[in-house]
């Protein structure tokens, strides 16, 4: 990820130990090289007492959160390789987006929802742990929901599977109750923190009727200052039908195009859901098709503890399934190319093999430099 800053700095910062002036010049200098994306705008010419400004917030949360975050962490399991890889994922990303949402919510003035799209492997799970314990300390209350959470009802997706054996497995679109997402973000967003009414949150249980997964008793909430909805293809615009002219593996026959074009047109009905977006991240791989490889070393794991496990053919067949249903290399790059109809991404984060952040840019404003 970003390495200029020594993780000596880091360790001083956590003792609350005093820097040097080189030091905190080194932080200056790399604040206007890596992080214009969330918070001030035109850095690079912003006043010196802005930008130290920031420096001393953010260096006084992450002494407040850090033991915090670690312990949290450890107790998911969640184990980052090499540790170290910490400090730099809190100074260049965790922290900068904690504080850019707690501002944004504020400038509106009402529950801001924060649409996260990625899929296995690229650290929704860790980042709803995060920024739940980091908007804590910045007097935001947090509620993170997931696109897996609208699926339909057992029963429900048994009478759809009737109408399109096609759909071996939930998850592709039209799988999803989209009036009830609609239903639960419309009443977060517009609830009224003097007035509050409960609200209930959908849950998913993946583990009921062996394995093919159920709704369970909903979450109750009251409110919340910031929401994450986050999935697999949150955000994602149907394309154009002029984009399935050609046969990309793994559609290689003219069912799999068949198939495509069907989970692309039943994209039409998420944009109403996504509308109430005020905002949308993508964690992008480098390579889309770590996200198989990340699905068999998850595989392999469980195997290892003992637990049933998929092989590695069956696991090749699931992740093509929905490569499939929802091409990343059609559907991911009109997402961030400005010049596309279907774009509509305001952060990016590209993440490497090894599941940490390799860069983390803002669309538009890369865009408006060149």
């Known amino acids: 990820m970003f390495k200029n800053i020594p993780i000596r700095i880091f360790e001083l910062i956590i003792r ?13 200098n790399n604040l206007k090289k890596y992080n214009d994306c969330f918070c001030v705008a035109n ?22 959160v850090y033991p915090e975050i670690l312990q949290t962490l450890a107790l998911h399991n969640i184990q980052l390789d090499p540790p170290s890889v ?21 400038k509106i003035g009402r529950t801001f929802i924060q649409g996260l799209f990625g899929g296995q492997g690229t650290g929704k799970t860790t980042l709803g742990i995060v920024l739940n314990i980091l908007l804590r300390h910045l007097g935001k209350t947090f509620l993170s929901i997931s696109l897996d959470d609208l699926y ?8 759809l599977r009737d109408r399109r054996p096609d759909l071996i497995w939930r998850g592709p679109p039209s799988t ?14 517009d609830c009224q923190p003097n007035r509050s009414q409960p609200i209930a949150i959908p849950r998913f249980d993946k583990s009921l009727h062996n394995g093919a997964g159920d709704r369970t008793e909903p979450e109750i909430s009251y409110s919340a200052d910031i929401i994450l909805f986050e999935g697999w293809f949150v955000g994602m615009r ?38 109430y977006l005020d905002s949308l991240m993508l964690l992008v791989p480098e390579d889309y098709t770590y996200s198989l490889q990340w699905r068999i070393e998850a595989e392999h794991k469980l ?30 790059p009109p997402l961030i190319d400005r010049h596309s109809a279907q774009s509509c991404a305001d952060l990016v984060v590209e993440i490497s093999r090894s599941h940490v952040p390799t860069r983390i840019y803002s669309p538009a404003r890369t865009y408006a430099k060149k």
Request: include cysteine; proline fraction near 6%; charge should be negative.
């Open 16 to 28: 609350g130990d005093r820097i040097s002036n080189p030091d905190r010049q080194l932080l200056v």
């Open 43 to 64: 850095i690079d010419t912003a006043e010196s007492q802005v930008v130290e400004a920031i420096i001393d917030q953010r260096s006084h949360l992450l002494q407040l």
């Open 86 to 106: 910490i400090f730099p994922l809190l100074w260049h990303y965790w922290l900068p987006l904690a504080q850019s949402l707690a501002n944004q919510q504020e």
């Open 152 to 159: 339909k009802t057992y029963s429900d997706r048994q009478k």
């Open 176 to 189: 999803h109750d989209i009036d009830l997402g609609i239903q639960v973000l419309q009443q977060l967003r």
């Open 238 to 275: 149907p394309l154009p039908i002029s984009a399935f002219q050609d046969f990309v593996p793994p559609i290689l026959s003219e069912g799999d195009l068949k198939f495509a074009i069907k989970c692309n047109a039943n994209l039409y009905d998420y944009l109403p859901l996504w509308e």
């Open 303 to 332: 195997i290892a503890l003992g637990k049933t496990g998929m092989s590695d053919r069956e696991i090749t067949e699931f992740v093509e399934y929905f490569w499939k249903a929802l091409h990343p290399e059609l559907f991911m």
